[in-house]
């Protein structure tokens, strides 16, 4: 009878076995492997339980050879159905197999979504959390954001918080608590945000145009006269020296708890506006009374592209007669020293 496979030494010491079979077709390594099985495990435990079989190219055509295969190491071959799996995982028609990757959608976890499957909107479930380069004094007025690309539905979206409405929503005592404090604000990327302070990376040493800006927790809206909240994510705020220039500061202050506090009220859903992306949508928000962000997409398999244009002339009587404070007093370049940005 024609040897059907011939077991070889994989390492020293007699470790592992490289098993070759004559044929590479499944279905032959299948029938050899069933008809000589006790042969061949016991040359597997023999060799410490370890085998390698080479190319198996033809169970890509079918995979349920796989489990078959499985089959003989053992009676029963895992159902991952079953096994406390995120469905993420699951091959798409063997429950047996379990798919290991960096590829979408193996590659990180989907957005959190609420007990009855809504998009979870408020911080913190929902991060970014900002109203557009608040780093900078006065900040600029509105945001206009074309879709040139965007994702499926369902992903990408941009949200938006009204936070005119949150804020007369507040108590009147808070109101008049707030009315008194000031944020700092800076840009994500100089060492100052929540995330940055506790991890304890450097502080990146700063241009005096550079520099983390205050703005009122309460502004008033310079068209409407209403007044609304004004807080940024913390990735958008002062952790170091803020992020309320009258209170304790750090991320474990008094100011990061009111912070907190204030951007978890701020985004309710009762306030907040989600925007799902078609291309061509063009999308305005006045980043004096509205915070926005984006909610989060697959971004290894889509691409999502926007246009965005600020505009700025108005921002309230706070910043009457004052210079841009991101202009360079000293004739050095506006981004010197921040060159990772
Ligand atoms: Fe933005």
């Known amino acids: 009878m024609k040897q059907t496979y011939r077991i070889n030494e994989l390492a020293q010491g007699g470790f592992g076995i490289r098993v070759d079979f004559a044929s590479g077709d499944i279905e032959d390594v299948l029938a050899a492997f069933s008809s000589n099985a006790d042969a061949i495990l016991s040359h597997f435990y023999a060799a410490r339980g370890l085998m390698l079989i080479e190319g198996m190219h033809s169970v890509f055509e079918r995979p349920r050879a796989l489990v078959e295969l499985s089959r003989l190491f053992g009676s029963e071959v895992e159902n991952y159905h079953q096994t406390l799996t995120s469905p993420r995982f699951f091959h798409d028609s063997e429950e047996e197999i379990l798919i290991l990757s960096n590829e979408p959608p193996c590659n990180h976890p989907p957005p959190p979504r609420s007990h009855d499957d809504r998009l979870n909107v408020q911080f913190p479930h929902q991060v970014n959390w900002h109203s557009d380069q608040s780093y900078r004094r006065p900040p600029p007025d509105i945001t206009l954001l074309l879709a040139v690309r965007t994702p499926p539905p369902d992903q990408g979206q941009t949200l938006v918080a009204d936070c005119t409405s949150a804020c007369a929503a507040l108590t009147p005592e808070t ?11 800076a840009p994500s990327w100089v060492g100052r945000s929540r995330e940055a302070v506790e991890k ?13 800006q205050r703005h009122p927790l309460l502004r008033q809206h310079p068209v409407s006269g209403e007044q609304s909240l004004f807080v940024c994510e913390e990735k958008q705020m002062d952790f170091v020296d803020g992020p309320v220039v009258e209170l304790e500061t750090g991320p474990n202050g008094e100011g ?53 244009t600020t505009v700025m002339g108005n921002p309230g009587h706070e910043y009457v007669g004052e210079r841009k404070s991101w202009t360079p007093g000293d004739g050095s370049e506006i981004m010197a020293g921040m060159d990772h940005a």
């Open 200 to 212: 304890g990376e450097p502080i990146l040493d700063l241009l005096p145009h550079q520099r983390p």
């Open 175 to 185: 109101r008049e608590r707030l009315r008194h404090l000031n944020g700092l604000h």
């Open 256 to 308: 990061a708890r009111l912070i907190r506090e204030l951007l978890a009220h701020s985004t309710q859903e009762k306030f907040v506006y989600s925007h799902q992306w078609q291309v061509g949508d063009l999308l305005i928000a006045d980043n004096r009374n509205l915070l926005h962000c984006a909610t989060w997409y697959d971004a290894d398999s889509y691409s999502r592209l926007m246009w965005r």
